[in-house]
């Protein structure tokens, strides 16, 4: 079974700041099956990024996705006020199947 | 654009079966290239994948679920469905259903419900 880390648990960021995200693998994984979802409070997660780097329909270009092997990483170029939230890193392949990471929140510095 | 929308008892008794149904519209459920999820979110917590089923009836469940898990399709609906079966207090959780884009290359969840809380309480 694979085990997905996030680090850090919270992140405090200010508007218009870069916020860096990591999710780690206990092993080794194919990016083709790693996402990334955002989830607004009392709203669904949104996937952001699929394929490890590909933006998913509507997403802006502030959002990136990288990595490969065990570490990845979201980057939030420039934060807006709607950014603020929580996010989840995924991967696909390995019991139970879809696997979610525990999260990362990003909350207003 | 496709849509989903989660329905069903927002409140279920113990040891009794919570049974939700989502219907998807904005696109047919018989594509070949999607599988139909149920993933929950407990209270504050993380999200827990249940499980998937595909137009042709093929489904794959979360093994810490599966023996008390059964996800059905009606393709004449466009809909899915989820029963859980002898529920306790610990399965209280918001419900989402989701379209999953998988296949070679490819394993992500990409339109999702707007979810529902359902709580296990006597």
């Known amino acids: 079974e694979i085990v997905l880390t996030q680090s850090p648990g919270t992140l405090s960021v200010s508007p218009g700041e870069r916020a860096t995200l990591s999710c780690r693998a206990s092993q080794s994984i194919s990016s083709s099956y790693f996402a990334w979802y955002q989830q607004k409070p009392g709203q669904a997660p949104r996937l952001l990024i699929y394929?490890?780097?590909s933006r998913a329909t509507g997403i802006p270009d502030r959002f990136s996705g990288s990595g490969s092997g065990t570490d990845f990483t979201l980057t939030i170029s420039r934060l807006e006020p709607e950014d603020f939230a929580v996010y989840y890193c995924?991967?696909?392949?390995?019991?139970?199947?879809?696997?979610f990471g525990p999260g990362t929140k990003v909350d207003i510095k | 654009q496709v849509q989903l929308q989660e329905s069903g008892p927002g409140l279920v008794k113990p040891s009794q079966t919570l049974s939700l149904t989502c219907t998807v519209s904005?696109?047919?459920?018989?594509?070949?290239?999607?599988?139909w999820s149920w993933i929950r979110q407990h209270p504050g917590k993380g999200l827990e994948w249940i499980g998937y089923?595909?137009?042709?009836?093929?489904?794959y469940y979360n093994p810490s679920l599966k023996s008390r898990v059964t996800i059905s399709i009606d393709t004449s609906k466009n809909q899915f469905s989820l029963e859980l079966r002898s529920v306790t207090a610990a399965d209280t959780a918001v419900f989402y259903c989701?379209?999953?884009?998988?296949?070679?290359?490819?394993?992500?969840?990409?339109?999702w419900g707007q979810g529902t809380l359902v709580t296990v309480s006597s």
């Open positions: 089923i595909h137009y042709s009836g093929n489904t």
């Open positions: 394929g490890a780097s």
């Open positions: 995924q991967h696909y392949g390995s019991s139970p199947l879809f696997t």
């Open positions: 989701a379209r999953g884009e998988v296949g070679y290359s490819s394993g992500w969840l990409d339109y």
């Open positions: 904005g696109g047919s459920i018989s594509s070949g290239a999607h599988y």
